[in-house]
């Protein structure tokens, strides 16, 4: 299972600054941190990016990459940022990402095609709307998966992401165990093993005491490695989540187990 | 998902000298310690009892009794302490546990229809073996539910064990994986939903350092309550597993979240 950092976000204000003047430290000094609290890769979420959306995605793609060589994943609903991004990439890049949105199965995912990358399709009504259970969620994989295959993309290129609702949602721990069971069916239901990710932060996005919300998170991410996750996107930072993260691995590892992998 | 404490056993040095003494002071304690650190349910491994089994199966239930209205599980090998404890229990009392060895299928099991209580069994070979894998665990599982037939006692009244084995073995890793997929596959494999029960703190039975221990149980305990546990016997006295499987609770129960329950 593989930990990605979510903290290269617009929504904090020392990184909104950063690309706002194209400052180069603060974002160098975030990703330093993301590697040494154990990020596998880092999710470059920039927003929309309004104005200048080319310029500043390679700003962020460039900068991150003179100082990491982790896998970037490339975070924004604007294609031109996207594309912007895919061409200043010198590493590996993953597009985050589509649904079946028209507008993003149009614009974004012909773009995992032209630069060979994989992508991550959100299990997502065409209107933008959370999907009510597991079936009506295995509904979406099946068509996104026809998507990209209509599109020309190999099926290995896919990851799902079966879209995590706040706990804090009338029916959100419905919502976070129905997230489970797609994770766990979804290889079955489209015949190959298909690669998954979670945003975990958004479980715990919104409102509760912090070390409620942590708890909350820490005992969610065993449950998602548990049905066998590829990847989970999350605040780095939060080292007793990833203690667990790392406990977890090895516990479903399936050899000798270390204990010095622990530490 | 239902805590039993594992507290109350021969092991403790204190447990074992009130028992030897018939000295209920020592045991009230640590069973209202255990009421208190959220025991919804108190195991009593009293060992093998090789010396008068009856009158110290008896004195230990009638203690607990006295102060605490929790189920009690009596847990030991010995049935003739079975029964005395089952004719001392004025509450609830559940027999934990029996296996295929003849022995147990032949002085244990019956004492479940005698008595109309709840029975664990353990899924172990007849020689008392770990089954090596899943494939492995279910087939004993099916045998074990034939025997509850054939002795005449309702399906509802078998829970059964997996048996969790210490991280620390060779396959350790695979083995705690392998019961998890026991404990999810278990209710179609007998065609009904079937009870089932871990031991917790069989996972970190010997040697390492005991906060990765902790570590260890707090990110397993999560995956069995995704699996669909039933009961999981643990020591009580550890208050962050205990906060784990509350928010593991508040993530599985399907309705309207309460932050106030995670207090």
């Known amino acids: 299972m593989i930990l990605i950092a979510d903290n290269i976000q617009i929504t904090n204000k ?16 975030m990703v330093k941190e993301c590697e040494s609290a154990g990020a596998e890769a880092i999710d470059i979420n920039s927003g929309p ?38 061409n200043a990439n010198k590493k590996e890049a993953i597009i985050n990402g589509f649904s079946l949105e028209p507008a993003k199965l149009e614009a974004i995912l012909p ?11 959100y299990l997502l009504y065409p209107n933008g709307h959370v999907p009510p259970d597991e079936p009506e969620r295995l509904n979406v994989a099946v068509e996104l998966y026809q998507e990209v295959m209509k599109a020309g993309i190999e099926e290995k ?21 129905e997230v ?36 909350l998170e820490r005992s969610y991410l065993p449950m998602l490695v548990s049905s066998d996750i590829t990847m989970i996107l999350l605040n780095i930072f939060h080292a007793e989540t990833v203690r667990t993260a ?18």
């Open 14 to 29: 020392k990184i909104e600054r950063a690309m706002e003047n194209y400052d180069p430290v603060p974002i160098r000094k």
């Open 49 to 86: 990016l309004y104005r200048d959306p080319e310029k500043k995605m390679a700003f962020l793609v460039e900068t991150i990459q003179e100082i990491s060589d982790l896998p970037v994943l490339i975070d924004t609903a604007n294609p031109r940022a996207i594309e912007s991004g895919l």
């Open 157 to 177: 290129r896919l990851i799902i992401d079966p879209v995590l609702a706040p706990v804090t949602w009338n029916n959100g721990s419905f919502q976070a165990a």
């Open 111 to 121: 773009l995992a095609k032209k630069y060979e990358t994989d992508i991550i399709g």
């Open 246 to 263: 790392r406990a977890c691995d090895s516990l479903t590892r399936q050899k000798v187990f270390a204990w010095e992998d622990l530490g």
């Open 180 to 215: 489970l069971n797609v994770i766990r069916n979804l290889p079955d239901l489209l015949g190959f093993p298909v690669k998954t990710i979670v945003g975990l932060s958004n479980l715990i996005t919104g409102g509760g005491y912090r070390e409620k919300k942590l708890l």
